[in-house]
Protein backbone atom coordinates (compact mmCIF):
# COMPACT_ATOMS: atom_id res chain seq x y z
CA UNK A 1 0.00 0.00 0.00
CA UNK A 2 1.13 3.68 -0.86
CA UNK A 3 2.69 5.30 2.40
CA UNK A 4 1.59 8.93 1.18
CA UNK A 5 -1.58 11.03 1.97
CA UNK A 6 -3.03 13.07 -0.86
CA UNK A 7 -6.38 14.95 -1.41
CA UNK A 8 -8.10 12.76 -4.16
CA UNK A 9 -8.56 16.49 -6.03
CA UNK A 10 -7.61 19.97 -6.78
CA UNK A 11 -8.44 23.02 -8.96
CA UNK A 12 -6.14 25.89 -10.34
CA UNK A 13 -6.45 28.76 -12.27
CA UNK A 14 -3.88 28.68 -15.13
CA UNK A 15 -1.55 31.57 -14.99
CA UNK A 16 -1.35 30.55 -11.25
CA UNK A 17 0.78 28.52 -8.54
CA UNK A 18 -0.79 24.95 -8.30
CA UNK A 19 0.73 23.61 -4.75
CA UNK A 20 0.16 19.86 -3.94
CA UNK A 21 0.32 19.00 -0.51
CA UNK A 22 1.37 15.41 0.23
CA UNK A 23 1.47 13.63 3.58
CA UNK A 24 4.19 10.87 4.71
CA UNK A 25 4.13 10.90 8.22
CA UNK A 26 5.75 7.41 8.70
CA UNK A 27 8.57 8.32 6.21
CA UNK A 28 11.68 6.37 7.39
CA UNK A 29 15.41 8.01 7.14
CA UNK A 30 16.51 6.82 4.20
CA UNK A 31 13.49 7.19 2.06
CA UNK A 32 13.04 9.82 -0.40
CA UNK A 33 10.37 12.12 -1.73
CA UNK A 34 8.99 11.20 -5.18
CA UNK A 35 6.81 12.91 -7.73
CA UNK A 36 5.44 11.89 -10.79
CA UNK A 37 2.81 12.86 -13.12
CA UNK A 38 0.34 11.16 -15.54
CA UNK A 39 -1.70 13.06 -18.39
CA UNK A 40 -4.61 11.20 -18.99
CA UNK A 41 -3.87 8.19 -21.74
CA UNK A 42 -0.16 8.51 -21.19
CA UNK A 43 2.53 7.03 -19.09
CA UNK A 44 3.62 8.52 -15.66
CA UNK A 45 6.41 11.40 -16.00
CA UNK A 46 8.69 11.99 -13.24
CA UNK A 47 8.76 15.38 -12.11
CA UNK A 48 11.33 15.95 -9.04
CA UNK A 49 12.37 14.01 -5.88
CA UNK A 50 14.08 14.89 -2.93
CA UNK A 51 15.63 13.36 0.08
CA UNK A 52 15.86 16.34 2.80
CA UNK A 53 16.34 19.92 1.45
CA UNK A 54 14.20 21.74 -0.83
CA UNK A 55 14.80 21.00 -5.02
CA UNK A 56 13.59 23.35 -8.02
CA UNK A 57 13.84 21.93 -11.66
CA UNK A 58 12.75 22.89 -14.77
CA UNK A 59 9.37 21.68 -14.24
CA UNK A 60 8.81 22.28 -10.60
CA UNK A 61 9.52 22.93 -6.51
CA UNK A 62 9.32 20.42 -3.96
CA UNK A 63 9.30 22.01 -0.56
CA UNK A 64 9.73 19.37 2.32
CA UNK A 65 9.23 20.08 6.05
CA UNK A 66 11.68 20.25 8.17
CA UNK A 67 10.12 16.96 9.96
CA UNK A 68 9.70 14.96 6.86
CA UNK A 69 6.35 14.59 7.29
CA UNK A 70 4.76 16.22 4.74
CA UNK A 71 5.89 17.85 1.39
CA UNK A 72 4.55 20.29 -1.27
CA UNK A 73 4.91 20.25 -5.49
CA UNK A 74 4.55 23.75 -6.10
CA UNK A 75 4.02 24.25 -10.15
CA UNK A 76 4.36 28.08 -10.31
CA UNK A 77 2.65 29.04 -13.18
CA UNK A 78 0.17 26.33 -14.18
CA UNK A 79 -0.96 25.72 -18.20
CA UNK A 80 -3.73 23.67 -19.21
CA UNK A 81 -1.13 20.99 -19.79
CA UNK A 82 -0.76 20.56 -16.35
CA UNK A 83 -3.76 19.14 -16.04
CA UNK A 84 -2.65 15.71 -14.26
CA UNK A 85 -2.78 13.16 -11.64
CA UNK A 86 0.08 13.88 -9.47
CA UNK A 87 1.50 11.33 -7.66
CA UNK A 88 3.29 11.26 -4.58
CA UNK A 89 5.58 8.52 -3.01
CA UNK A 90 7.80 8.14 -0.52
CA UNK A 91 9.80 5.18 -1.77
CA UNK A 92 13.88 3.76 -0.94
CA UNK A 93 13.88 2.15 -3.81
CA UNK A 94 10.74 0.76 -5.48
CA UNK A 95 7.74 2.72 -6.57
CA UNK A 96 4.16 2.25 -4.75
CA UNK A 97 2.27 4.39 -6.62
CA UNK A 98 -1.36 5.54 -4.35
CA UNK A 99 -4.75 6.98 -6.19
CA UNK A 100 -2.63 10.60 -6.58
CA UNK A 101 -4.72 13.88 -6.95
CA UNK A 102 -6.51 14.86 -10.19
CA UNK A 103 -5.20 18.57 -10.59
CA UNK A 104 -7.11 20.66 -13.05
CA UNK A 105 -6.07 23.71 -14.68
CA UNK A 106 -8.91 25.63 -15.82
CA UNK A 107 -8.85 29.01 -18.17
CA UNK B 1 16.58 10.23 -27.11
CA UNK B 2 13.81 7.96 -28.08
CA UNK B 3 11.53 7.22 -25.63
CA UNK B 4 10.52 3.67 -24.45
CA UNK B 5 9.00 1.62 -26.92
CA UNK B 6 5.61 -0.39 -26.08
CA UNK B 7 3.30 -2.44 -28.25
CA UNK B 8 0.35 -3.39 -29.29
CA UNK B 9 -0.70 0.14 -27.54
CA UNK B 10 -4.58 -1.35 -27.43
CA UNK B 11 -5.28 -5.02 -27.46
CA UNK B 12 -8.81 -6.83 -26.87
CA UNK B 13 -9.42 -10.79 -26.13
CA UNK B 14 -11.64 -12.67 -24.65
CA UNK B 15 -11.39 -14.83 -21.48
CA UNK B 16 -9.39 -17.89 -21.57
CA UNK B 17 -7.20 -16.21 -24.34
CA UNK B 18 -3.27 -15.89 -24.12
CA UNK B 19 -2.03 -12.04 -24.85
CA UNK B 20 1.35 -10.58 -24.86
CA UNK B 21 2.99 -7.14 -24.99
CA UNK B 22 6.47 -5.70 -25.74
CA UNK B 23 8.73 -3.43 -23.99
CA UNK B 24 11.79 -1.61 -25.75
CA UNK B 25 13.45 -0.01 -23.21
CA UNK B 26 15.63 3.39 -23.66
CA UNK B 27 19.29 2.03 -24.91
CA UNK B 28 21.30 1.80 -22.37
CA UNK B 29 19.40 1.30 -19.72
CA UNK B 30 19.76 -2.32 -17.34
CA UNK B 31 16.55 -2.03 -15.23
CA UNK B 32 13.34 -2.70 -16.45
CA UNK B 33 9.75 -2.63 -14.81
CA UNK B 34 6.55 -3.73 -15.55
CA UNK B 35 3.56 -2.02 -14.17
CA UNK B 36 -0.02 -2.81 -14.51
CA UNK B 37 -2.47 -0.01 -13.84
CA UNK B 38 -6.35 -0.83 -13.33
CA UNK B 39 -8.76 2.01 -13.92
CA UNK B 40 -8.60 4.78 -11.36
CA UNK B 41 -6.16 3.28 -9.42
CA UNK B 42 -2.26 4.20 -9.15
CA UNK B 43 0.19 1.75 -11.62
CA UNK B 44 1.53 -1.39 -9.16
CA UNK B 45 4.54 -3.21 -9.90
CA UNK B 46 4.50 -6.44 -11.87
CA UNK B 47 8.01 -7.13 -12.39
CA UNK B 48 11.82 -5.69 -11.82
CA UNK B 49 14.68 -6.39 -14.50
CA UNK B 50 18.10 -5.69 -13.36
CA UNK B 51 19.46 -6.20 -16.83
CA UNK B 52 18.47 -10.32 -18.03
CA UNK B 53 17.77 -11.34 -13.71
CA UNK B 54 14.81 -11.12 -12.16
CA UNK B 55 14.68 -8.31 -9.16
CA UNK B 56 11.14 -8.41 -7.55
CA UNK B 57 8.28 -10.58 -8.86
CA UNK B 58 6.67 -11.03 -5.22
CA UNK B 59 3.68 -9.27 -6.88
CA UNK B 60 3.29 -11.28 -10.13
CA UNK B 61 0.66 -13.60 -10.18
CA UNK B 62 2.88 -16.22 -11.64
CA UNK B 63 0.26 -18.63 -12.63
CA UNK B 64 -1.15 -17.19 -15.41
CA UNK B 65 1.22 -14.26 -16.25
CA UNK B 66 5.31 -14.53 -17.13
CA UNK B 67 7.73 -12.21 -18.06
CA UNK B 68 11.36 -12.32 -19.87
CA UNK B 69 13.92 -10.09 -20.57
CA UNK B 70 16.07 -12.52 -22.11
CA UNK B 71 18.73 -10.43 -23.63
CA UNK B 72 18.64 -7.92 -21.46
CA UNK B 73 17.25 -5.20 -23.44
CA UNK B 74 13.74 -5.63 -24.63
CA UNK B 75 11.45 -7.39 -22.87
CA UNK B 76 7.78 -9.62 -23.48
CA UNK B 77 4.86 -9.90 -20.62
CA UNK B 78 2.57 -12.65 -21.11
CA UNK B 79 -0.68 -13.26 -19.70
CA UNK B 80 -1.91 -16.64 -20.15
CA UNK B 81 -5.29 -17.52 -19.73
CA UNK B 82 -6.88 -14.12 -19.14
CA UNK B 83 -9.41 -13.36 -16.57
CA UNK B 84 -11.87 -10.41 -16.99
CA UNK B 85 -9.93 -8.52 -13.93
CA UNK B 86 -6.66 -8.63 -16.27
CA UNK B 87 -8.51 -5.91 -18.09
CA UNK B 88 -5.77 -2.93 -17.54
CA UNK B 89 -3.39 -0.35 -18.67
CA UNK B 90 0.32 -2.69 -18.51
CA UNK B 91 3.15 -0.18 -18.39
CA UNK B 92 6.40 -0.65 -18.94
CA UNK B 93 9.34 1.43 -17.98
CA UNK B 94 12.87 1.78 -17.45
CA UNK B 95 15.55 3.40 -15.74
CA UNK B 96 19.60 3.65 -16.17
CA UNK B 97 20.42 1.29 -13.13
CA UNK B 98 22.47 3.41 -11.46
CA UNK B 99 22.74 2.34 -7.76
CA UNK B 100 24.87 5.24 -6.76
CA UNK B 101 22.00 7.72 -7.27
CA UNK B 102 18.53 7.65 -7.27
CA UNK B 103 17.33 5.88 -10.34
CA UNK B 104 14.67 8.45 -12.17
CA UNK B 105 12.02 5.81 -13.96
CA UNK B 106 10.99 6.42 -17.67
CA UNK B 107 7.65 4.78 -18.74
CA UNK B 108 6.24 3.98 -21.68
CA UNK B 109 2.98 4.58 -22.98
CA UNK B 110 1.08 1.65 -22.40
CA UNK B 111 -0.97 -0.87 -23.33
CA UNK B 112 -4.53 -1.17 -22.78
CA UNK B 113 -5.83 -4.48 -22.54
CA UNK B 114 -9.69 -5.30 -22.58
CA UNK B 115 -10.74 -8.98 -21.57
CA UNK B 116 -14.12 -9.73 -22.65
Known amino acids: DAKTTQPTSMDCAEGRAANLPCNHS???????VYWYRQIHSQGPQYIIHGLKNNETNEMASLIITEDRKSSTLILPHATLRDTAVYYCISQYSTLTFGKGTMLLVSP | EAGVAQSPRYKIIEKRQSVAFWCNPISGHATLYWYQQILGQGPKLLIQFQNNGVVDDSQLPKDRFSAERLKGVDSTLKIQPAKLEDSAVYLC??????????????FGPGTRLTVL
Open chain 1, 26 to 32: TISGNEY
Open chain 2, 93 to 106: ASSPGDRKRRDTQY
